[in-house]
């Protein structure tokens, strides 16, 4: 389930509104995609998660045409990303991570200009129907550089879905939010999906990612993980406890050194341990209960931001014994 | 209170922090360094105020030892170099409307034998005066050449002859702009300066402002083409161009009393060239500056070197010939001889031609640039 869960989906490649395989993008030395294949079928919001500096914001800039993959194909909405990029700019909107529109421009002025672009007859009609939409009718005439992070991202939203595109890409728009913001942000999100409109969003977030029909988890430019998150979740091999104490710091140290300890995160009066070897995570915790007769343990259920730090450290031992490995060959 | 009284040890962070990030920028750090070099060469060996061999045409009517003995003479000032000898004298006026001269001598007919009566002749010297500051010494240097040029020819055809004043007069016509005012040569190179200057700076700065503020990425993304992003930058630029162009020549018609001798369509012709010469330099220099300060830079390093060897300050022609090619390679050195050409000599199209087609020629190839570095990805 870890290793490369994309590449082997035997469906049919028409029904995905993404469907891209084995993409690479390199920016002079540093590979920053490597061999990302990512299947998503029409209709569903997928969200696409992953640390900073793994490929995601790359990934999606390939998939609109702003960038040309170094090798690997693939298809949006059933153009090529390499030659039909302009079919796709057409249909699709792209929400970059960074406030896209003119600052120095009302926010009537920004929705009118991007419709514009789109070669939309009424203009001006479709800005004062995103307005209203929008419930910034009484503000329309602000600069938009004046607008809070939450409603610039709501006006973002509002200006990429302007020509009714069937397909929705969204990098980091909850970046900054505040939470009930980010909330509305979502409900909108899956009213797009309801009529019908594909949306692929990048986020940090555990809470929005569970919002996903699928979600799909970038390291290192490679899809590790895909699936639903209730799957991912169930078939997780990863064993999490937790522990309730007084004195969490001592009990943690006290963990730490234990064998079968892969991951132990403090929460206030409690603590999340976890590891892949069942019996030994258990074995710790028995002799750890010797020392604090006071602790109290309890089995969870992994939460998904445990099970991807969990794999994304696996993954890094795995890496940095890789590199040093490559590194004493290259001296030899 | 600590924070409160001056610390040396914050001072030292923040002197450390600015260096490593003006270091960082590496092109700004060049051009720092770069343009006090550049002005050097150009101030210490480019720019003379002073400006000798200047190409003049002899209209020679007459021709004889006493003739002769008068050009050698004016050659040996150093102030003339003759470059052609035409028959008439319109075709001499016509090298001069083109540029190609800067003085004409008309040698009049039985020179000699008037001079020989002891009937004082006159050589007419004509300067081209849409650059006063490069034909005032040269005439100096011919004022009194009258007085010595033919004294030993003249001692074998007798002394009389010498003791009665000068044999001959010269006199100097100044054509174009008859009273040398400083102002009729500056005003249309004014024009040619500003739109330089603004053109580049504005094209340049606000296609960086795109890519730094982000909002490119967002253009690009829709379906707006390259083509279309680069017309409408300039469209603006090119009315605002018009514009300046326009009240420079409008003022310096009411306070200076300028004149326009040319052809006012041939001017708006001339400068749609350059304007376009200059929106593409702003263009290219945006698609290489990652950000506005890097553009602006950029721009004052284009800038400064083609403002001083374009001949608007000082004269082209005193310049070696090295810097004059480096001059011709710019738009604006171009710009300038049609302005100044158009606005004070009334010159016709087969006068700038050559000028139109340089121009055009930096257009092309500055706009090719431009075009193969823009593109509609951000790889």
Redo the contacts between chains.
């Keep these: 389930m870890m290793q490369d869960a994309g590449v082997t989906s035997a469906h049919m490649p028409e029904g995905y509104a993404i469907a891209v395989h084995d993409l690479h993008?390199s920016?002079g030395q540093r590979h920053v995609v490597r061999g990302c294949s990512i299947n998503v079928p029409y209709g569903n919001i997928y969200g696409f998660l992953g640390p900073n500096g793994t490929g995601k914001t790359t990934t999606i800039?390939m998939l609109?045409?702003?960038?040309?993959p170094d090798a690997g194909t693939g298809t949006c909405l059933g153009y090529n990303i390499r030659t039909q990029?302009?079919l796709i700019?057409?249909q699709a909107g792209?929400m970059?991570q960074?406030?896209?529109?003119?600052?120095d421009l009302t926010i009537r002025e920004n929705l009118e200009f991007?419709a514009r672009?789109?070669?939309m007859p009424d203009a001006k009609q479709v800005a004062t129907d995103a307005l209203h939409r929008l419930g910034l009718h009484h503000r329309q005439n602000q600069l938009a550089g004046q607008l809070s992070g939450g409603w610039k991202q709501r006006l973002a939203l509002a200006a990429c879905v302007l020509h009714k595109p069937r397909l929705l890409l969204l990098d980091e728009p909850t970046a900054g939010v505040d939470p009930k913001a980010r909330r509305e942000f979502w409900d909108e999100i899956h009213a797009f999906a309801a009529e019908g409109i594909t949306v692929l969003v990048s986020t940090h977030y555990m809470d929005e990612a569970e919002r996903c029909h699928q979600i799909g988890y970038l390291l290192d430019g490679k899809l590790l993980v895909h699936g639903a998150v209730s799957d991912i979740i169930a078939q997780s091999r990863l064993s999490t406890w937790r522990i309730t104490a007084q004195n969490t710091a001592e009990v943690m140290h006290d963990l730490q050194k234990r064998a079968g300890v892969e991951m132990a995160t403090s929460f206030g009066t409690q603590l999340h341990i976890a590891g892949a070897d069942a019996e030994a995570l258990q074995r710790a915790i028995e002799s750890m209960q010797a020392v604090f007769p006071a602790a109290q343990a309890e089995k969870i259920t992994p939460s998904l931001e445990d099970i991807f730090i969990h794999t994304m450290a696996a993954v890094g031992d795995r890496d940095s014994q890789i590199e040093e490995k490559a590194g004493e060959d290259a001296s030899a | 209170m600590i924070s409160g009284k001056f610390s040396l040890q914050r001072m030292r962070a923040l002197i450390i922090k600015e260096f490593i990030q003006i270091l960082r920028d590496r092109s700004t750090f060049g051009i720092i360094f770069m343009m006090p070099i550049i002005q050097l060469m150009i101030y210490g060996y480019a720019i003379n105020t002073n400006p000798k061999h200047l190409p003049t045409a002899v209209v020679m009517a007459d021709d004889s030892l006493y003739v002769r003995s008068l050009t050698a003479a004016m050659q040996n000032t150093g102030y003339f170099s003759f470059t052609d000898f035409p028959p008439t004298v319109a075709e001499a006026e016509d090298l001069m409307a083109k540029g190609d001269v800067q003085f004409i001598i008309e040698i009049p007919q039985n020179f000699s034998r008037d001079l020989l009566r002891g009937e004082h002749p006159d050589v007419l010297v004509v300067a081209d005066a849409t650059d006063p500051v490069a034909i005032g010494n040269a005439i100096s240097s011919v004022a009194h050449i009258n007085t010595t040029a033919l004294s030993r020819d003249l001692e074998k055809a007798g002394d009389a002859l010498q003791t009665r004043g000068p044999p001959f007069t010269i006199k100097v016509h100044n054509r174009y702009n008859p009273e040398g005012l400083t102002a009729y040569n500056i005003v249309p190179g004014l024009i040619g300066l500003l739109l330089n200057m603004t053109l580049i700076s504005m094209t340049a700065v606000a296609i960086t402002r795109e890519r730094e503020?982000?909002?490119l990425?967002?253009?690009?993304?829709?379906?707006?083409r390259p083509f279309e992003v680069m017309i409408g930058k300039i469209t603006p630029f090119i009315i605002i161009a018009y514009m300046q162009a326009a009240v420079i020549l409008i003022v310096s018609h009411i306070l200076f009393g300028l004149p326009i001798e040319g052809s006012l369509l041939l001017l708006i012709f001339g400068l749609s060239i350059y304007i376009a010469a200059n929106l593409a330099i702003g263009f290219t220099i945006s698609t290489f500056a990652t950000n506005q300060l890097q553009a602006m830079q950029m721009t004052f390093f284009y800038f400064l070197p083609s403002l001083l060897l374009s001949g608007f300050l000082f004269p082209f022609r005193g310049m070696p010939l090295w810097a004059q090619y480096l001059g011709n390679a710019f738009p604006i050195t171009h710009a300038l001889r049609i302005l100044r050409g158009l606005v004070l000599k009334g010159i016709g199209l087969h006068h700038i031609a050559a000028d139109l087609w340089a121009m055009a020629a930096a257009l092309v190839v500055v706009g090719y640039i431009a075009m193969k570095r823009y593109r509609?990805?951000?790889?």
């Design positions: 993008k920016f800039r609109c045409g702003l960038l040309t990029s302009a700019k057409r792209y970059p960074k406030f896209g529109l003119y600052d991007v672009l789109y070669e | 503020r982000g909002t990425e967002n253009l690009l993304a829709m379906p707006a509609e990805t951000i790889d």
